[in-house]
């Protein structure tokens, strides 16, 4: 009956199938088409479409928003929480307990039930909850050409072939084939996962290409951070990628956990093996004892209400939360309570790159003159770091060329610093504000830098001409242009270079040498050159950086990895965890990332487009080898994680951004990120890191270890008990007594004063040394394995013979019944104190000082129980309800003597476990 409820309360409802209709994709691909041809195909020009046109679009393709969620109404899904056979079965057994008048057994029952229904109610709501948050981050208007003129309207008007018109500070309304930009970036970390903002273009690109490289396109719920566009709509509504997701979102299913189907099985053999030997029992006492239809059926009652441990339930539940607890302070918030064990099953961690395993802050790697390769040390904005050249650190007062390239790279510059609680943050491109930060390490005063060199005109950034530049005039009546921008661009207008010797010609091949070199680190290259100018220059045009310019030096940008995240993934291999990086950055840029990581394989990356091109089984034979994946869409991302699942592997997914939903519901431990993440993750996944950091995943899995080790720890002492009373009625009837040594309501005490003390202890057990040094277990792995039911009998057996001997001699001694049971029952709560303390290890020896006095609670539980004892024992009121009478000081001295032999023997058998391990 409990292993019904165990498995009840945990029952996920994440399987759930949200309806929803089918939507087919696109079937053009926009990206790969020039201008005229998608004009042409969705019949319309560049001034618009006209009023007769558009009412027709929106009658054939409806209007541009996401369909509504197909759900059940609230009473209906409540209710539909008991259509369950186990439901069926709980209540009758509930109806039949309260017909028998063991009232409180049946409250505890209708109340699980209750309890079971509210949660599902509950989680059932969540995916839901997913679609809406995706729908939320659809733009509300749209700036339009309509029949030759400008028109604000509701972007659910939206129809395929309207001319749309960008600006910074716009959210994409529609899925949009870009006809012209102007220094145009879309942020489109929703859709890709990557934080840097994209420059866009009007190019075609390869038909194969993933979303990350779709220049020419602009998709609906991504952000314009910079300059401006027009583009014509070619899919609104469910057909935008975004709406892709969310049709993707509400198609997953979510797995079960492990948890969940150890209980399924654990209650299917916990339920036949109570029933057959109830059954057994009954036939016996029938057929060979000759007793009485009715006493037998109650002695079988008896027998079952001993055998059922009401308490397991309440105690899974509270060591579950209690590890939601301790990881919330880790920072890792659990949002559906099985996920808390799943974390201790995991084998793979699937990771986001950008802000989980990296900082999400650019960081100024290393710096190339034509003389030195610099090396710069610290990470992200923190201005404290020293420059190497081969290991040795310099100044740059010894370095007139490296001082000369920072100081034009914090001239040539649009963004600025911040101080605030010794944090620096950078207002602007976080590239331009890395550049600033190796600026301070180079000893630039930035604030003195630009007074003595004032700006006076700029050619802002724009991809067509792919840099910037800036005019500077000194106090002096200098005047110098700033160049800063692609190197290869940079590259081709310079004719001279910087030496310790003057300006030479340039050497291309060096400089071309070395923008590969750095590129294959992974780094982001920026190139940055000057060229004088006359005083008398005010204005400056494309003319005056068409040539003469002398190139400075590179700068290779990365966004580093986090310390903690080093060491957090070292930790990961120690438990034999799988660590893979899985990002839509480029695969140059995620493998060098995921060698300073120290990932296990390095040597290869697959990208989305080779996916792409594999078939299952041969993505599938890879995916266990390969540790990084770059330039992913959310299909690719879904993909894997169902393979590694085919693989039998348990899969942790990290993800931020609604492009993440998909895969994140269908992992096993969902994980979203809480700082930078979208609601829309955060509503598919069962975990949000509330500091969006990979080490606050190792030690969610740490505490998912500990919560799965004190369950086992907790069903390991509460099912003795109720194998213990089992056998003590069982040995009864099999001995031809006529009065049980146990009643059913004493029973019902044991059970459930044990549980709420002694077993809830447990649930505060601290992580054990080794937890993190070895293997996670195998998913299939039953709960109780063949040793630990070996213990459970062992236990069991110890305590029968104590408890049912020590009530024949209190029989054999002439004591009345009640005071026999008296003794029983307070010898079965003896026993379990002393086997307490052996439970808190599992195979190692509890005869240390940490064993005996470790976990607080232990104790403290330890004397409530004995406060409780003494009042059911001695409580007029208690004697009446209970059936219990006044024992004295001698017999509590044989009920101690007897009951303390199950510590001493269960400490034998973990030594001798321990020497046959050796």
Known sequence: MSAFVTRLLFKSKDKHNTRSTKHTSTSKNWHAEDIKTVLNSLDTTADGLNREEISLRLDKYGPNQLEEVQVRGAILRFLYQFHNLLIYVLIMAGIVTAILEHWVDASVIFGVVFLNAVIGFVQEGKAENALKAIKKMLSANAMVLRDGRQVSISAKELVPGDIVLLQSGDKVPADLR???????????????????????????VAQQTVIGDHLCMAYSGTLITHGQGTGVVVATGSQTEIGRISTLVSEVDSVTTPLLNQMAQFSRWLTLAILGI????????????????????LAAVSLAVAAIPEGLPAIMTITLAIGVQRMAHRNAIIRRLPAVETLGAVTVICSDKTGTLTRNEMTVRSIVTTEDQFELAGTGYDPHGAISVSNKNISTENSPLLSEALRAVVLCNDASLEQKNNEWFVHGDPMEGALLIAGLKGEIDIETETKQYPRTDLIPFESEHRFMATLHHSHSGDAFIFIKGAPERILELCSQQKTVNGDQPINKTYWSNQIEKMAHQGQRVLAIALKPANHE???????????????LGLFGLIDPPRDEAISSIKTCSDAGIRVKMITGDHGATALAIARQLNLFNTNHALTGEDIDLMSEDELRQQVQDIDVYARVNPEHKLRLVKLMQELGLIVAMTGDGVNDAPALKRADVGTAMGYNGTEAAKEAAEMVLADDNFASITQAVKEGRTVYDNLKKAILFILPTNGGEALIILAAIIFGFHQLPLTPVQILWVNMVTAVTLALSLSFEPPEKNVMLRPPRAASEPMLTSYLVWRILFVSVILMSGTFGLFIIELDRGASI??????????????????????????????????LTGNPYVLIAITILLILQIGFTYIGSMQHLFGTTNIDLNTWLRIIIVSSSVMFLVELEKYIVRRKDI
């Open 278 to 297: 109830a059954l057994i029992t009954f036939a016996f006492g029938v057929l060979v004892r000759d007793y009485a239809y009715t006493d037998m059926f």
């Open 537 to 551: 220059l005010i204005e400056l045009s494309f003319d005056d950086v068409d040539d003469g310019l002398i190139m």
């Open 178 to 204: 870009l006809l012209r930009t102007k220094g145009l970036q879309i942020q489109e970390s929703v859709l890709t996962g990557e934080s840097l903002a994209v420059e866009k273009n009007t190019d075609t």
């Open 818 to 851: 009640e005071y026999a049971r008296t003794v029983a029952v307070n010898t079965l709560v003896m026993f379990e104190i002393f086997y307490l303390f052996n439970s808190r290890y599992l195979k190692n020896s509890i005869f240390n000082w940490a064993g």
